[in-house]
């Protein structure tokens, strides 16, 4: 048990829905970082916060938009889906910056599948 | 920008055989890397990572890797590997930034 809680597990919706996935990083983590895993692109890098801010950005597409809480949750909205987002969305978090510590704890996933 | 790349989508290999996964890397400065190993049905967990200091690193489960600079590689090897060691292996290269950028994954498939 790596300490991070995502639900959903799983997730079945329709496209042009719109979901909220959910991340609680392990206790005292700083850093929230979300992924996308699919079977042709692999995981791509989706966004990282850093106690509440926007520290880096990857191939997030402008449907999609997260953010951190004062609590340190986070939160992955998905909107206006289609059928090429249906995907494992992985998030993960660590104590600092990763380039401090290196090591990323990840949760088990959220599975989203868009029919 | 980093990118990673894993030759080798699937690796098949028999029990107690040793085993290397392939990984090379593309940056322009200084870099971190990591290898990072998916079981069926889980997120991923850290193997082994290296931030500086000796070139082969050791991690768990008796993984290592070694950082070649000039070929800019990071293969992972085990010298005899278990059913156990059935999973998907990700190698991840940051630009020592917030980002950490993953490779497309290698299956490992152990052979009985």
Redesign the interface.
């Known amino acids: 048990d790596s300490g991070v809680t995502q639900t959903p597990k799983h997730l079945i919706t329709a496209t042009g829905q719109r979901v909220t996935l959910r991340c609680s990083p392990r206790s005292g983590d700083l850093s929230v970082y979300w992924y996308q895993q699919s079977l042709d692109q692999g995981l791509q890098f989706l966004i990282q916060y850093y106690n509440g801010e926007e520290r880096a950005k990857g191939n997030i597409l402008e449907r999609f938009s997260a953010q951190q809480f004062p609590d340190l949750h986070s939160e992955l909205n998905l909107s206006s889906l289609e059928l090429g987002d249906s995907a494992l969305y992985f998030c993960a978090s660590s104590d600092g910056l990763a380039m401090n510590t290196g090591e990323l704890f990840f949760g088990e996933g959220s599975r989203l599948t868009v029919l | 920008a980093q990118s990673v790349t894993q030759l080798d989508s699937q690796v098949p290999v028999f029990e107690e055989a040793p085993v290397e996964l392939r990984c090379n890397y593309s940056s322009s400065v200084s870099v971190?890397l990591?290898w990072?190993v998916q079981y069926p049905?889980?997120?991923?967990?850290?193997l082994l990572?290296y931030?500086s200091g000796s070139t082969l690193v050791k991690g768990i489960n008796g993984f290592e890797a070694e950082f070649n600079k000039s070929q800019t590689s990071f293969h992972l090897r085990k010298p005899s590997v278990h059913i156990s060691d059935t999973a998907e292996y990700?190698c991840a290269v940051?630009e020592?930034?917030?980002?950490?950028?993953?490779?497309?994954?290698t299956r490992l498939h152990i052979l009985p």
């Not at chain 2, 049905?41 to 850290?46: A, D, M, R």
């Not at chain 2, 020592?96 to 994954?105: L, R």
């Open positions: 971190y990591f990072y049905n889980q997120g991923l967990q850290l990572k931030l990700f940051s020592q930034d917030d980002k950490i950028i993953f490779g497309k994954g």
